[in-house]
């Protein structure tokens, strides 16, 4: 047991140095581990000025040409960018798609049976569009640049899937309460939306690895566990397996994997083999003299570099 403790002190001590951001900067662009795909170079001076990663979010597919406009186009988590010749000056510029506009999924809700907030509400009114923005979402959206970043508010506060949401020309912002103070407003996940909208072929979402393999970094892990027998005798053999993904479920390589074998009167911690190239390591876990209809807990800690996690299974003695 108090093996267990120091194993669980010593990851939650290393969890601190945990990177928040797995980006690699190149003249090519900018490579986010976290999706596997590169922001392209033309697109990423533009990001970093119009909410980055807080409202855009990580790329979701590289940059393409668009088969229907023949515009370089990206999507994020929550925009389309569009690589465009501006007209007047015949110079390159970027610009979002307005997926708010094309995307409100029920408009005669949105437009017929708003919500509403009373006269004493804290809110601003945009005669352009005939809608108010209120209350915290007002405070996210003029903390972002308002109109200048998410467009006119273009329905007031709806319910959609059972969630307060507002439609913006270019976004929606979701109303999270279970979330802490601070974080309960957030940006929808549209361009993820709209890319599946479209038809566009589901392979350019696949997370790719650069040509650098220095640039990747693990920033999560993704561990699952199974035993070869739900139940076993009082005296037996158990096989015990885990196959480790990354954020991008792609298998990690050397992972260490520590386990503590709860059994009734007995804890036993015990390394696993480093998982091999497909992700997984396998242990055999031998044991006599256990009471029939009690339950061995199993707890695993997996870490790669400084990323941590845990994971659980168990099994049960049947007779």
């Known amino acids: 047991m108090i093996r267990r403790v120091f194993i669980t002190v010593l990851f939650l001590t290393m969890l601190v140095v945990i990177p928040t951001s797995g980006f690699a ?10 999706t596997g795909h590169t922001l392209a170079a033309q697109f990423v001076d533009y990001f970093d000025s119009h909410g980055g990663l807080e409202i855009l979010g990580y790329p979701i597919t ?17 925009s389309r960018m569009e690589y465009y010749p501006e007209t007047e000056t015949g110079t390159m510029q970027v610009r ?7 995307l409100i999924s029920d408009q005669s809700k949105v437009f017929s049976d708003p919500i509403s907030l009373g006269s004493n509400a804290d809110c601003d009114y945009y005669a352009l569009t005939g809608h108010s923005v209120c ?22 506060f709806v319910l959609e899937n059972d969630r307060l949401v507002q439609y913006f020309q270019g976004f ?70 885990v196959v480790v993904r990354d954020q991008n479920l792609l298998p990690v390589r050397g992972a260490g994997i520590t ?15 480093p998982t091999d190239e497909l992700g997984g390591s396998r242990l055999s876990l031998t044991f006599s003299d256990q009471a029939p209809g009690t339950e061995v ?12 996690t845990t994971t659980r299974d168990s099994f049960r003695i049947w007779w």
């Open 25 to 34: 900067q190149g003249e090519s662009g900018r490579y986010y581990s976290e």
């Open 62 to 78: 590289d940059a393409f040409v668009d088969p229907w406009t023949g515009l370089l186009i990206q999507y994020t988590q929550n």
């Open 96 to 102: 979002l798609k307005e997926l708010g506009v094309i």
């Open 135 to 156: 209350l915290a979402f007002l405070e996210f959206y003029d903390r972002h640049g308002a109109t200048r970043l998410f467009g006119f508010p273009i329905t007031d």
């Open 172 to 241: 929606r912002l979701d109303w999270y309460p279970e979330n802490p103070v601070g974080g309960q407003v957030q940006v929808a996940p549209l361009g993820r939306v709209h890319f599946e909208a479209m038809g566009y072929d589901p392979y350019l979402l696949r997370p790719t690895t650069p040509s650098n393999t220095m640039m990747y970094q693990i920033v999560d892990l993704q561990p699952k566990a199974s035993v070869e027998k739900p139940a076993t005798a009082a005296a037996d053999t158990q096989e015990v397996y």
């Open 259 to 273: 386990l503590v074998a709860s059994f009734p009167g007995e804890t036993r911690t015990l390394l696993m083999p």
């Open 297 to 308: 807990s199993l707890e695993f800690f997996i870490s790669t570099g400084t990323v941590l």
